[in-house]
């Protein structure tokens, strides 16, 4: 409940009231030692912090969700964490440790058979490929592998248009 007030006050821009029931959402889940909730809510404040353009903000939640999703071998999260810490970095212009963590997301995801992650990961290291000049057949079978992907989770042509603009 308090995750959906904080998002809420976020949406309504009162950056403060979000933050403290960040706090006290970090604060109850922590004292009930719920470690594989709380690495989702790190990982979901990361967010949060990202949708608000707070790259350093999001970049700590995205590193300790990471920790805590790797002490509870929650490796959905793990595989999350990779992928939105490559996204920072690839934000940042270090474009090498960007392709490390995508590709560190993709082996992740594909290992859990997560098919949204997959196909992200795939499209966002067959973008980067193709961005750095490194290696286009591969990141044209990436963005291939992803489109793949997509139309085999039932997406049609408008929503993969979406992901791929995103």
Same mark, same amino acid.
């Given at each position: 409940?308090?995750?959906?007030?904080?998002?809420?006050?976020?949406?309504?821009?009162? #950056?403060?009231?979000?933050?403290?029931?960040?706090?006290?959402?970090?604060?109850?889940?922590?004292?009930?030692?719920?470690?594989?909730?709380?690495?989702?809510?790190?990982?979901?404040?990361?967010?949060?912090?990202?949708?608000?353009?707070?790259?350093?903000?999001?970049?700590?939640?995205?590193?300790?969700?990471?920790?805590?999703?790797?002490? #509870?071998? /929650?490796?959905?999260? #793990?595989?999350?964490?990779?992928?939105?810490?490559?996204?920072?970095?690839?934000? /940042? $212009?270090?474009?090498?440790?960007?392709?490390?963590?995508?590709?560190?997301?993709?082996?992740?995801?594909?290992?859990?058979?997560?098919?949204?992650? #997959?196909?992200?990961?795939?499209?966002?290291? $067959?973008?980067?490929?193709?961005?750095?000049?490194?290696?286009?057949?591969?990141?044209?079978?990436?963005?291939?592998?992803?489109?793949?992907?997509?139309?085999?989770?039932?997406?049609?042509? /408008?929503?993969?248009?979406?992901?791929?603009?995103?």
């Amino acid at each position: 409940m308090l995750s959906q007030l904080c998002e809420t006050s976020l949406f309504l821009g009162n #950056v403060d009231i979000a933050k403290d029931y960040r706090k006290q959402s970090m604060q109850i889940t922590q004292e009930l030692q719920h470690r594989r909730h709380y690495a989702g809510h790190l990982l979901y404040y990361g967010h949060l912090s990202l949708a608000n353009e707070q790259k350093e903000e999001a970049s700590r939640y995205y590193q300790k969700a990471l920790e805590a999703a790797q002490e #509870v071998q /929650d490796q959905a999260i #793990v595989a999350e964490a990779h992928y939105y810490l490559g996204k920072l970095a690839e934000l /940042d $212009g270090d474009l090498d440790q960007a392709e490390g963590f995508h590709r560190k997301s993709l082996e992740l995801s594909e290992a859990i058979q997560s098919a949204p992650l #997959v196909a992200k990961s795939h499209l966002r290291l $067959g973008y980067l490929l193709l961005k750095r000049d490194k290696n286009q057949e591969e990141g044209c079978s990436m963005i291939s592998k992803a489109i793949q992907w997509y139309t085999d989770m039932g997406l049609k042509e /408008d929503e993969i248009t979406q992901e791929i603009a995103k």
